[in-house]
């Protein structure tokens, strides 16, 4: 639905949130059968890139960054510290207000990092 200004006013409904986290908190990668060089790169973020003024309310956006900072945020520092902690031969990138298409925003960063690791 949307509002005579033309913002999006409805959310994911609870069902299809439900689904999402239940796969997200099941899953159960096998990163411990990693035994090559690893680079990994993770993207923390503080929501700024999930906002958007042309199509959100305020309400919204408040809404997606009280996610990111309750839940996403403490989310993300969790995989992190597992996933060196399940493969600790592994190089971990972490790029602060990092974005889910990290190797296009942050493009230099992830080829450099990339370069220096193939070439280590």
Known sequence: ???PEGKIVEKMSDEIN???????TSYVPEDSKIKAPTLAFFATSKGIYAL???WMT???????????????????????????HIVPH????E?????HHCFIK?????????RKFLLD
Do not use: C
């Open 90 to 93: 592994a190089v971990i990138i």
């Open 58 to 84: 305020e309400e919204q956006k408040a809404q997606i960054m009280n996610h990111f900072e309750t839940r996403e945020k403490s989310w993300t520092r969790e995989n992190i510290e597992q996933f060196h």
């Open 1 to 3: 639905m949307k509002t």
């Open 18 to 24: 439900k689904a999402i986290m239940d796969t997200l």
């Open 106 to 114: 942050h493009e230099e960063l992830v080829y450099g990092e990339m």
């Open 52 to 54: 958007s003024d042309d």
């Open 95 to 99: 790029i602060p207000q990092g974005h």
